[in-house]
């Protein structure tokens, strides 16, 4: 499964990779911020996606959260 189709972006729409980050003093959090964007610019939500691993037992949890941008807020994504 795609992360696409993961996270349930429609079909013609792109999901555009925006930044990636880590935190902790040796980097086990890692956190992607993603984009949802319409073919004619518009993006109508962003994804923020957080993946930790726990130094003591390697454990790992993934967690994803989703905001929807209202149509009122929305501005043309940059072409980039």
């Known amino acids: ?3 696409k189709d993961e996270l349930g ?6 999901l555009r990779h925006v930044r990636s980050r880590t935190k902790g003093t040796m980097g086990q959090t890692e956190i992607d911020e993603y984009e949802e964007v ?3 610019g518009w ?3 962003t994804y923020t996606i957080t993946e930790h691993t726990n130094l ?9 959260a989703k905001q929807v ?10 072409k980039r």
């Not at 037992?57 to 967690?63: A, D, H, I, K, Q």
């Not at 941008?69 to 940059?78: G, M």
């Open 38 to 40: 319409t073919p004619e």
């Open 9 to 14: 972006v429609a079909s013609v729409n792109e």
């Open 43 to 45: 993006v109508v939500a």
């Open 69 to 78: 941008v209202t149509p009122t807020a929305c501005t043309p994504s940059e």
């Open 1 to 3: 499964m795609s992360l």
């Open 56 to 64: 003591r037992g390697l454990e790992s949890t993934r967690s994803i």
